[in-house]
């Protein structure tokens, strides 16, 4: 994948809380009234390997001490245009970011309805949030309190060294078209719809699954849909990007993390996200179709 040198971008949609982060408390709401955070595995950390304490008061994510905020001044000077993110890893995210916020847009306009823009913040160790507090060890997530998107970028590597996953530019555009569709599903009040509940045909699953559904049809469109400056940002995605994408997909399944990252067991009445080969066929029905009215994971009377 690689991205128009002269399309402008704008690194406005990043807050990078590099180096500051942190929070002083909230409780993240994990049980009753709804999701308090979606993300692509949160389920790895909560439920398998243990990596998230849960200390008094706190539901899920961990408390942390205090930070301080750091500029995105120079996010903004070093990421400007294509050619920034064809050399540059951050400038990159901030295309993908761009992209996928483009195409969301136009989508909702289409359909008569506004798409308000979602800020992703990037953070190192911890971040504060409308959730709660929560730690790099929680993945990539969208907190529906505040309406944005959280990444440790370190995340891409864990992905390969953890999770054995194949990496590359556009799957760590999948990860993050998924959690841009968790905040469509917000903005269109699906969230709304799903409880707390586990299980294969539960809605956890269902909202997950629409999730990677509507990554896979933005990344239908990414080559297509123009940025503000008038041209896309992606110039090309190939069948290898497309072939890494869905490797990832195979690897955050519920049931690859139980029997290769957790227990060695797998418990179904336990499953939060679907399984591997779910995850891939969502991905690739929105891939293949661009249209995200066949990611109706809740009309679905199968999963896969």
């Not at 690689?2 to 709401?29: C, K, P, T, Y």
């Not at 389920?43 to 200390?55: C, H």
Request: charged share 15%.
């Amino acid at each position: 994948m690689r991205f128009d040198d002269d399309a402008g971008l704008d690194a406005s949609e990043v807050s990078d809380l590099r180096g500051g982060g942190g929070g002083v408390g909230g409780r993240v709401l994990l049980g009753g009234g709804g999701l308090g955070v979606v993300g692509l595995v949160i389920y790895f950390v909560l439920s398998q390997l243990g990596g998230v304490s849960t200390p008094s008061g706190a539901s899920g994510l961990t408390q942390l001490g205090s930070g301080q905020q750091v500029s995105n001044g120079s996010l903004a000077s070093a990421c400007r245009t294509g050619a920034d993110a064809n050399r540059n890893h951050d400038c990159a995210v901030v295309a993908m970011i761009n992209s996928i916020q483009d195409y969301w847009t136009d989508q909702f306009a289409r359909s008569g309805k506004t798409y308000r823009k979602a800020t992703t913040n990037f953070f190192n160790g911890g971040v504060r949030t409308g959730c709660g507090s929560a730690t790099s060890d929680t993945g990539p997530f969208y907190c529906p309190a505040d309406s944005e998107v959280y990444i440790d970028l370190s995340f891409f590597t864990e992905l390969q060294q953890r999770f054995g996953a194949q990496g590359g530019p556009f799957t760590e555009a999948y990860v993050l078209a998924h959690e841009y569709g968790h905040h469509v599903q917000d903005l269109l009040g699906t969230s709304r719809r799903v409880g707390n509940d586990t299980g294969p045909m539960s809605g956890s699953v269902r909202l997950e699954l629409q999730a990677d559904c509507y990554a896979g049809v933005w990344g239908n469109h990414a080559t297509t849909t123009p940025s503000s400056s008038g041209k896309p940002l992606i110039t090309d995605v190939t069948q290898d990007d497309v072939k890494r994408a869905l490797d990832t997909a195979s690897r955050i399944g519920d049931d690859y993390i139980q029997q290769n990252l957790g227990s060695g067991h797998v418990d179904t009445s336990q499953f939060t996200h679907g399984t591997s080969a779910q995850r891939e066929k969502w991905f690739n029905t929105g891939f293949t179709t661009g249209d995200p009215a066949r990611c109706d994971t809740f009309g679905a009377r199968t999963l896969g």
